[in-house]
């Protein structure tokens, strides 16, 4: 029988040393921090949730985020002084980016080197409304090129939600990892995609996590964040896999 005095466990407390893989933490350049001083409180924030390694993704979409890797990298830069000036020298960031998948990105996928997670591994999302038509010709383009994408929060995906999984079980098959917003487990996103992002982690379809933190109330709530026994237990492994395949 189901008790309502079921054990649950903060969720914080398995996240020390954790690489945060996807976040919004360079100054200026996207929907994230505004500006290095919330570049800074944000990661003053994560440091109190024991994380201190980042790779900062900004958003690289056409006409809305224009990024570049010299505007990241100016970013990243920028940030790295700030936080030699303020000697938190714990903090150890690097920058790749979050690219959505358009025929914007299947041009500059043929013009330049893309800025990956580590090795070949880039992040690359949809819009939210409709997966792109040319989908699976932008995967190939991307594994021709020796590239491995990881699809950010492919829970929150809603036109890919179904009993059988199937769409997901098709976009694994092509060889695309999965990236599990933490925050989708809470029902921060909505109650349809906790469940799915619940039902990915059962059927062992989550490689890695990341906290897609934009602003400090992500944080807020990701430290209140409390989960049960058999979360926690699904939720372990895809921890240590995403601290092992990315480390620096």
Do not use: W
């Not at 200026?28 to 001083?37: S, V």
Request: glycine share 4%; net charge neutral; hydrophobic share 40%.
């Amino acid at each position: 029988m189901f008790s309502f005095f079921s054990k649950k466990y903060f969720l914080k407390d398995q996240l020390e040393d954790f690489i945060d893989i996807h976040n919004h933490i360079l100054p200026g350049i996207d929907d994230g921090a505004a500006n290095l001083q919330a570049s800074i409180e944000l990661i003053e924030g994560f440091n109190r949730l024991g994380i201190n390694k980042f790779i900062a993704t900004p958003h690289i979409m056409n006409d809305y985020y224009p990024n570049s890797p010299e505007s990241i990298g100016n970013a990243l830069r920028i940030l790295r002084e700030e936080l030699n000036v303020q000697r938190k020298k714990n903090i150890q960031i690097k920058a790749a980016a979050e690219y959505m998948m358009d025929q914007a990105f299947l041009e500059l996928m043929m013009k330049e080197d893309l800025l990956t997670l580590t090795d070949n591994k880039v992040l690359v999302e949809m819009s939210y409304f409709q997966a792109p038509i040319n989908l699976n010709e932008i995967l190939f383009q991307l594994q021709t090129r020796r590239y491995l994408p990881v699809l950010a929060h492919p829970e929150r995906y809603a036109f890919f939600h179904s009993k059988s999984l199937n769409k997901y079980k098709a976009l694994k098959n092509r060889g695309c990892s999965f990236q599990l917003n933490i925050l989708s487990l809470v029902g921060h996103y909505g109650k349809n995609i906790q469940e799915i992002a619940l039902r990915l982690l059962e059927e062992e379809m989550i490689d890695f996590l990341g906290t897609d933190t934009h602003q400090m109330r992500h944080l807020e709530k990701l430290s209140s964040i409390k989960i049960s026994k058999k979360q926690l237990q699904l939720i372990l492994p895809v921890i240590d896999k995403t601290k092992e395949s990315f480390r620096f």
